[in-house]
């Protein structure tokens, strides 16, 4: 089944710098979707992209996707200390019927 | 709009036990999906349920069981529990399973010993 892996799997940065994530998958999907998750908690859904979109912005978020390299990239702008959390692509699995996380990246802000 | 609940928050069984895990969709959210998450695996797929009916199904063992009731409430059955099903289990709710956000609970942290 497809899968989704993100890069790097752990980041650390200084209170507001920029974090850029990224995640790479291996077949062609028709959506992708960012998670965070504070440690031991549920997931906290970002933002959702389409194949036909390019990028999408949500408040410090920016997310872009590029399809023909199979590949997506979070950015965390002016970074704060409460984003320290993992954060997870996921993509639909090959039948469409679940979703398929990667194994996270572990963001650390250092106030 | 209340967000998915999940019941209980923790857990503490003995190996050999069974437990049931509960969890309440996002209302009008026909679909429930159940995910489990341990430090070496990962966030690994269960199963999916969508008006009652269980549509996809993760490679699990036989003792993951689960169930969606007519109100679209959620449950999932683990038997002769092991020490190794031990993790967090997250159940997430959506309107459909295609192309729309999947909302997650809080987990159930099981600890079996």
């Avoid at chain 2, 990962?42 to 063992?61: A, C, H, I, V």
Wanted: hydrophobic content about 30%.
């Amino acid at each position: 089944s497809q899968q989704g892996e993100e890069d790097p799997q752990a980041l650390s940065i200084q209170e507001g710098e920029n974090a850029t994530m990224n995640c790479s998958y291996k077949t062609s999907i028709n959506n992708l979707q960012w998670y965070r998750q504070n440690s031991g908690r549920g997931l906290v859904h970002l933002i959702l992209i389409r194949s036909n979109e390019r990028e999408k912005h949500s408040g410090r978020l920016r997310v872009t996707l590029d399809t023909s390299k199979k590949s997506s990239s979070l950015l965390i702008t002016a970074s704060r200390a409460a984003d320290t959390a993992s954060y997870f692509c996921a993509t639909p699995d090959n039948y469409g019927q679940n979703f398929v996380f990667g194994p996270g990246t572990r963001l650390s802000v250092l106030p | 709009k209340a967000g998915v609940t999940q019941t209980p928050r923790y857990l503490i069984k003995t190996r050999g036990q069974q437990v049931t895990l509960s969890c309440s969709p996002i209302s009008g959210h026909r679909s429930v999906s159940w995910y489990q998450q341990t430090p070496g695996q990962g966030l690994q797929f269960l199963f999916e349920y969508f008006s009652e009916t269980q549509r996809n199904k993760g490679n699990f063992p036989g003792r993951f069981s689960g169930r969606q009731f007519s109100n679209s409430r959620s449950e999932m059955n683990v038997s002769t529990l092991e020490l190794g099903d031990s993790a967090l289990y997250l159940c997430a709710s959506s309107l459909s399973r295609d192309d729309t956000e999947a909302f997650f609970g809080q987990g159930t942290r099981l600890t079996v010993v």
